[in-house]
């Protein structure tokens, strides 16, 4: 079973920026589309931005476009998110899933998650 480690989050102050990881043990596979999930307090969790399995296709949601970029080497079986100009409605705990079905327009999360890390965005 593939294990996920999220790392990066913290207090950020609004339009500052943040670079989230999530590391994978063993081998990344390199045929599962992964994404990246947030879950603010009393909400249910939802898609943040997903990449297909090489790379080259990302999804965003609408609040993360034009701010947010994700992408992920295969190699050090690492996916990253990159977020500028938080807003406060970005607070929440980031997860990323090991393996997102697209289907239909959405993006269904069936893999692993790993424990989240807190992203808070305050001044």
């Known amino acids: 079973q593939v294990r996920l480690v999220e790392s990066g989050g913290g207090l950020v102050q609004p339009g500052g920026s943040l670079k989230l990881s999530c590391v994978t043990s063993?081998?990344?596979?390199?045929?599962?589309?992964m994404g990246w999930y947030r879950q603010a307090p009393g909400q249910q969790r939802e898609l943040v931005a997903a990449i297909s399995a090489g790379g080259e296709t990302a999804k965003y949601s609408d609040s993360a476009k034009s701010r947010f970029t994700i992408s992920r080497d295969n190699t050090k079986n690492t996916v990253y998110l990159h977020m500028n100009s938080l807003q406060v409605d970005d607070t929440g705990v980031y997860f990323c899933n090991s393996d997102v079905e697209p289907y239909s327009g959405h993006y269904y999360p069936r893999g692993s998650w790993g424990q989240g890390t807190q992203v808070t965005v305050s001044s």
């Open positions: 063993g081998k990344m596979s390199t045929t599962n589309v």
